[in-house]
Nanobody, 121 residues
Framework: QVHLEESGGGLVQPGGSLRLSCAAS????????MGWFRQAPGKQREVVAA???????YIGDSVQGRFTISRDNAKNTVYLQMNGLKPEDTAVYYC???????????????WGQGTLVTVSG
């Protein structure tokens, strides 16, 4: 079993930045892909970003140019750097992980509990 612990969410003004972190523990040795999706109230889940252990990555269209994903394999941690935040980025952000090399976090086996990001002035 793999446990994912997210951190870094909070309240930020429009135009501001936040960095989310997600640390994997437990049987994380076989984890290849890690990523983030978000869900705002009343809206569908949206894939934000994903990265594999080999460095392949995906960034969603709505956050392209503002968000970046990175990974520290030695720390079993994935990061989501969010710059130029907009009110429409407000959502619960979930970290997911999987044994595959798939870049769609919604298909991953292991899910975190989520961290709330609120963008408001």
């Amino acid at each position: 079993q793999v446990h994912l612990e997210e951190s870094g969410g909070g309240l930020v003004q429009p135009g501001g930045s936040l960095r989310l972190s997600c640390a994997a523990s437990g049987n994380y040795f076989a984890i290849n892909a890690m990523g983030w999706f978000r869900q705002a109230p009343g809206k569908q889940r949206e894939v934000v970003a994903a990265v594999t252990s080999g460095g392949r990555s995906y960034i969603g269209d709505s956050v392209q140019g503002r968000f970046t994903i990175s990974r520290d394999n030695a720390k079993n941690t994935v990061y989501l750097q969010m710059n130029g935040l907009k009110p429409e980025d407000t959502a619960v952000y979930y970290c997911n992980a999987d044994h595959s090399y798939n870049l769609d976090p919604l298909e991953y086996e292991f899910w975190g509990q989520g961290t709330l990001v609120t963008v408001s002035g």
